[in-house]
């Protein structure tokens, strides 16, 4: 099962909603989650099951879709958002290529 | 507060071996699947190998299946990986991470700092 994301990249203000998508080359249901990463530090798991915040996740981080086609929104980006966001299939634990999302 | 301490990582040659541990803590360590997870230098993440609670169910990627063995000892709160037949391209930071339950489709919750293995001559 293949992962992409899009967009690769983007640049963003503070406050922006921001919209990321991950499409599966086949159909996964609901097995997918997001994480956070920053430079130099482990990734941190954001959303589970497609759309379960993790514990501690600020509301403002928010997951949806099921089968093939899945996104991360983030409602009003903070400073502390700028970061890397990878997607992971949980049938066999293939991550996406990644989205760099950093500052205009 | 779970923590998680990889270790045993360095410069090795290829063709080489290497065993990395990963010292689990705060959490019951037998109530949960642990995975595996590296990440070339500037690259993405690549899940390596994961295994079940009691080790009845294990998975590899196909660029370390044959080479690589993980491996937990629950009396010890430890998870392994018994790297062989090391190539310049299994140079990544590695990842000792916990599932959210104890097998199948489970997000990784929990993350340690990563060991360094580099494979040069």
């Known amino acids: 099962i293949q992962l992409t994301q899009s967009p690769s990249s983007l640049s963003a203000s503070v406050g922006d909603r921001v919209t990321i998508t991950c499409r599966a080359s086949?159909?996964?249901?609901?097995?997918l989650a997001w994480y956070q990463q920053k430079p130099g530090k482990a990734p941190k798991l954001l959303i589970y099951?497609?759309?379960t915040l993790q514990s501690g996740v600020p509301s403002r981080f928010s997951g949806s879709g099921s089968g093939t086609d899945f996104t991360l929104t983030i409602s009003s980006l903070q400073p502390e958002d700028f970061a890397t966001y990878y997607c992971q299939q949980l049938n066999s634990y293939g991550f996406g290529p990644g989205t760099k999302v950093d500052i205009k | 507060e779970v923590q998680l301490v990889e270790s045993g990582g360095g410069l090795v040659q290829p063709g080489r071996s290497l065993r990395l541990s990963c010292a689990a803590s705060g959490f019951t360590f037998d109530d949960y699947a642990m995975h595996w997870v590296r990440q070339a230098p500037g690259k993405g993440l690549e899940w390596v190998s994961g295994?079940?609670?009691?080790?009845?169910?294990?998975g590899y990627a196909d660029s370390v299946k044959g080479r690589f063995t993980i491996s937990r000892d629950n009396a010890k709160n430890s998870l392994y990986l018994q790297m062989n037949s090391l190539r310049a391209e299994d140079t990544a930071l590695y990842y000792c991470?916990?599932?959210?339950?104890?097998?199948?489709?489970?997000?990784?919750?929990?993350w340690g700092q990563g060991t360094l293995v580099t494979v040069s001559s």
């Open positions: 086949q159909g996964i249901s609901s097995y």
């Open positions: 991470a916990k599932a959210r339950r104890m097998s199948g489709t489970f997000a990784f919750d929990y």
């Open positions: 099951a497609a759309s």
């Open positions: 295994i079940s609670w009691n080790s009845g169910s294990i």
